[in-house]
């Protein structure tokens, strides 16, 4: 049996969180982690890794349609720098980390969220999330 994939939306102020089912076919929603610094974020996710026991970190990579780099593609970039770190330095260095293409990610997470009448205050908090289920699906697929 396979392990659980983890699928991260990293942005500012939130991460969108989704895990894979044990057999590597459909995205979960899992929650959103309010962004207070990239150490306890990081702290936080490899605390998600762990408790689902996920085998890959799978990162969206948001850039232009062009395919050229954003501010938040370096920020993104920054982000697995540092995950990659710390997950060495406890001992999670076995676990890869790999970046899934998000462009039109939280339009396309937005659409699934208004088809569902979710309300616009609603549609905030989840947002994140579902870009995250959308990242991981993609992976899922692309395999």
């Given at each position: 049996?396979?392990?659980?994939?983890?699928?991260?939306?990293?942005?500012?102020?939130?991460?969108?969180?989704?895990?894979?089912?044990?057999?590597?076919?459909?995205?979960?929603?899992?929650?959103?982690?309010?962004?207070?610094?990239?150490?306890?974020?990081?702290?936080?996710?490899m605390?998600?890794?762990v408790?689902?026991?996920?085998?890959?970190?799978?990162?969206?990579?948001?850039?232009?349609?062009?395919?050229?780099?954003?501010?938040?593609?370096?920020?993104?970039?920054?982000?697995?720098?540092?995950?990659?770190?710390?997950?060495?330095?406890?001992?999670?260095?076995?676990?890869?980390?790999?970046?899934q293409?998000?462009r039109?990610?939280?339009?396309?997470?937005?659409?699934?969220?208004?088809?569902?009448?979710?309300?616009?205050?609603?549609?905030?908090?989840?947002?994140?999330?579902?870009?995250?289920?959308?990242?991981?699906?993609?992976?899922?697929?692309?395999?």
């Open positions: 049996m396979e392990k659980r994939k983890i699928a991260l939306d990293v942005g500012d102020k939130r991460i969108g969180v989704a895990v894979s089912d044990l057999l590597g076919i459909t995205a979960q929603g899992y929650g959103v982690i309010e962004r207070v610094g990239i150490r306890k974020d990081c702290d936080k996710i605390d998600i890794i408790k689902e026991d996920c085998d890959t970190v799978v990162i969206g990579l948001n850039k232009r349609l062009d395919g050229q780099d954003t501010i938040q593609t370096e920020k993104v970039y920054e982000f697995k720098t540092m995950l990659e770190n710390k997950m060495r330095s406890n001992k999670m260095q076995h676990i890869p980390i790999v970046f293409d998000e039109l990610s939280t339009v396309e997470a937005e659409k699934v969220l208004i088809s569902g009448n979710v309300r616009r205050e609603k549609r905030k908090t989840v947002i994140d999330m579902q870009a995250a289920i959308i990242i991981m699906q993609r992976y899922l697929d692309s395999r």
